[in-house]
């Protein structure tokens, strides 16, 4: 090997090698990892799927549970209803319980003055007489206390005790007064028939009796 050889040779290994490049037009033509498996397209669809799926369950789930609603909320107006009118019931008692010492002279005068006046021609028993009238007379007295005070406008349970106050009270009003009407009546047909013959106008007897006297007299 002659010595030019060899310095051409340790020159061209002195070279350095230069790194082979891809053209970048290549590289975007390259296929990545996810549209290959299409998976942004399958999670949206997985996505749209569950949506609907949670949708129609709920709508099922509600739709089942109406008639349960409907009987719950129908349980809770009974229970309502049923408690308001024991409060109703309580109270009232209550507070007649509370007035009752206060009105017994107003109520035993009133009392007197009705049964004196229906003891001789009633068909009843004083004591349903004095009965009906004390507790008449109690309600009367609850009802103008609560008109007075305003308390019927506080709560819708001082309302209701209000309105059952007044239907009571009216209802054995309307009783007492059928009662005393009948009485009335029965009366006047006692008076009728322990007065004498019908006159005629002019305070003699009528011509029926004057025919019947004159027939006595001729026989």
Known sequence: MTPSTIAT????????ISPTTIPSIILENLSTFNSVFRFDERLRSLETTFSEYRQTNLFVDAVSAIPENDEFLCNIDENMMKIIKGQVKSQVKEQVSRILPRTEES???TLEAEVL????????TLYAIAADLSEMELKKILIEKMEGNKSIQQSDEQRNLYKALVEA???DKAILDTY???TILKRRREDDDQ??????????????????????LAL
Do not use: C, F, W
């Open 9 to 16: 040779i340790t020159t061209s290994s002195d070279v350095p």
């Open 107 to 109: 109520v035993n005068a």
């Open 117 to 124: 006046t229906r003891s001789s021609h009633s068909s009843r």
């Open 169 to 171: 009270y009216d209802a």
């Open 180 to 182: 005393r009407e009948s």
């Open 195 to 216: 007065e004498g013959p019908p006159l005629d106008q002019t305070g003699g007897l009528n011509d029926e009796e004057k025919e019947g006297s004159m027939h006595q």
